[in-house]
């Protein structure tokens, strides 16, 4: 969750901590501070808060020093505050310590220290990693080895990064299911969550395996294992723009982030699709195709684990891989499915998404799913996380950087990555002939014009937000694909606007939802089946007769709405299998702007941060 960055080098380090902290406020915003080694002691800035605070804190403070780390929180182990920042010193004020994750053992660790006399000023899993660097380092002498005896001790997932005033030559930085990256520059080098931070200065960087600790120095960078046995690697370059992270004029990146879409399903999807001439004739999966068609010909089922949207896309899938490929899907929350003791077999095909890459519960089905000896492939838009290195394939989504909290592109991009898969499966199984895989394929390859179409009608969606931003109630509703679609819908609506929305498939309403139904409720039907738009228009018809106000999201050019919507968005025709990715673009900019009418920031909405990395 949270984002932690460092810096070594001849530059100022609070300005460069500042600007990178910047960059990582999407993974969280309750408070921030940053730890500077001058000549002498470290000095230690925090506040509760977002990071413009801890900017006026220090406005007109100079704080000199060549050495930081710093730390933006989303808050596990105790409330937002001053004394709960990060980050967080042993008692002499020697040692500092930033960290994302969370130390499950932390309160027996917190209690052993506590007898051995340390007193406790915070709340915070984080200040038992201080202390306890700083026990094993009154022992030794030495910072490297006093990381590594506490890392043994650590139970949990941490990325952290540590200061020491007698090293005051070196930051220490070391990882354990929580991602950490380090930037390799010219005469100075970093630590961060993830890359942006340091684009502005090197796109050459060490993603650090489990267990791995780094020394950074002013010149150079020390890779070592647990055991404290030097590593050598490859650096890996980044070469996507830095300005794809900046809000190139738009008002907030989410509304960005929606825009880009129809260029992010481009990039995703016009590589593995092959052409002659101007036509597709197929679709292909270079990161998978070396295990031969045979896999896919002998798999029996398909078993599907993500989070929050991820999971949303899988649901979605679900009906794409069992319509097209005629092979049975079971699709489940990876925090729940982790824990139910699942029943797994050698053919099955285990898919998990994350768009992070980083997801504590999915990273941790990935692992039981290998441990059973089923074969794994990963969704993720993240080169280099530990979802892409750890699955024995990957799939990437080139969505490029998602800043915004609410994931909108990269949604849409892993639907579009799993329809492809979904096709090209069904066609090695022999469930599509040739000529229908041709029509699909090429219906696919022209989605990306289609959501086009949609942005440039935003402000018919946005015309019908300013009615009804202030309802108390938002019901999506839907059948088959439109039930799943409504899953993300609902999601995307209470992350921004805090508005109370739910998701319920359009055939439940009567057993019980409905009850809830009053004038003060929106509900919103997604058409795009063709063959259910009857049963759905009988479903309006009831909610209607309970006095509620009804938007219908439909590729329906006829009148089949027409006397039950007080709004209709049409989107463009298509398979109606495909419509997921053009009926989610509506209700993104439907949440996007109720959460701007309600005074709201999209873009950082309470509680929430964009990379899950603790269960």
């Known amino acids: 969750m949270c984002g932690i960055v460092g810096y070594i080098g001849c530059k100022q380090a609070t300005p460069v901590l500042i600007d990178g902290l910047k960059k990582l406020e999407y993974r969280g915003y309750d408070s921030a501070g940053i730890a500077v080694l001058d000549n002498e002691d470290i000095v230690v800035r925090k506040v509760k808060g977002a990071i413009k605070y801890l900017e006026d804190k220090i406005a007109h403070e100079v704080i000199e020093g060549s050495v930081g780390i710093g730390h933006t929180r989303w808050a596990t182990h105790g409330e937002p505050s001053d004394i709960n920042a990060h980050p967080q010193i042993n008692e002499s004020g020697t040692i500092a310590v930033v960290h994302n994750g969370i130390i499950e053992n932390f309160a027996s660790l917190k209690s052993w220290l506590q007898s051995e006399g340390v007193v406790f000023r915070s709340q915070t899993d984080t200040e038992v990693v201080a202390h306890l660097v700083n026990h094993y380092y009154s022992k030794t002498s030495n910072i490297f080895t006093a990381v590594q005896r506490a890392m043994a001790k650590i139970e949990g997932s941490y990325a952290l990064g540590v200061l020491c005033k007698e090293y005051p030559d070196r930051i220490i930085a070391a990882r354990k299911d929580s991602p950490l990256v380090v930037g390799l520059g010219k005469g100075e080098n970093f630590i961060a969550s993830d890359v942006p931070p340091f684009l502005a200065y090197t796109r050459d960087v060490y993603f650090l395996d489990q267990k791995q600790i780094a020394v950074l120095y002013a010149d150079h960078v020390d890779l070592f294992d647990a055991d404290g046995n030097k590593i050598i690697k490859e650096p890996y370059h980044v070469d996507w723009d830095f300005s794809s992270a900046e809000k190139d004029g738009y008002e907030h990146f989410m509304l960005k982030e929606i825009h880009e879409q129809p260029k992010a399903l481009t990039d995703t999807m016009r590589p593995r699709f092959v052409k002659e001439g101007d036509s597709v004739t197929d679709i292909t999966f270079d990161e998978i195709e070396a295990h031969g068609e045979d896999f896919w010909k002998n798999a029996k089922r398909i078993v599907i684990t993500a989070c929050g949207t991820a999971y949303h896309a899988g649901v979605v899938a679900k009906y794409a891989f069992e319509q097209f490929a005629r092979i049975p899907v079971v699709v489940d929350v990876a925090s729940e499915f982790r824990y139910r003791n699942p029943i797994l077999y050698k053919d099955d095909v285990f898919i998990v998404?994350?768009?992070?890459?980083?997801?504590?519960?999915?990273?941790?089905?990935?692992?039981?799913?290998?441990q059973s000896g089923v074969r794994v492939i990963a969704i993720t838009n993240c080169v280099g996380s530990t979802v892409s290195r750890e699955a024995d394939d990957v799939i990437y989504t080139w969505a490029g950087p998602e800043i915004a909290v609410a994931s909108t592109k990269a949604y849409t991009t892993?639907?579009?990555?799993?329809?492809?898969?979904?096709?090209?499966?069904?066609?090695?199984?022999?469930?599509?002939n040739d000529s229908e895989y041709l029509r699909l394929v090429a219906e696919l390859a022209v989605l990306p014009e289609k959501v086009n179409e949609i942005l440039e009608q935003k402000s018919d969606v946005q015309k019908f937000v300013s009615q009804n931003f202030n309802k108390q109630k938002v019901f999506f509703i839907g059948r088959q694909y439109d039930s799943a679609s409504s899953l993300e819908c609902a999601l995307k609506l209470k992350e921004v606007s805090y508005m109370h929305s739910e998701a319920f498939a359009a055939g439940e309403l009567k057993h019980g939802p409905i009850a809830l139904v009053d004038p003060d409720t929106l509900v919103v039907a997604i058409a795009t089946q063709p063959a259910l738009y009857e049963k759905l228009t009988s479903n309006i018809v009831e909610v209607k007769s309970r006095f509620a106000s009804?938007?219908?999201?439909?590729q329906d050019s006829g009148e089949s709405f027409k006397d039950s919507a007080d709004q209709i968005v049409h989107i463009p025709a298509t398979e109606p299998a495909f419509a997921a990715i053009l009926?989610?673009?509506?209700?993104?900019?439907f949440a996007y702007y109720c959460a701007v009418l309600r005074g709201n920031d999209p873009d950082k909405p309470r509680n929430l941060a964009k990379s899950v990395t603790v269960e």
């Open 583 to 589: 009926s989610i673009i509506p209700a993104q900019l």
């Open 414 to 432: 892993q639907l579009a990555c799993l329809y492809m898969l979904a096709l090209k499966s069904a066609h090695i199984r022999g469930t599509l």
């Open 550 to 554: 009804t938007l219908v999201i439909t």
């Open 353 to 370: 998404i994350s768009q992070s890459g980083e997801t504590a519960d999915t990273l941790a089905t990935l692992r039981l799913a290998k």
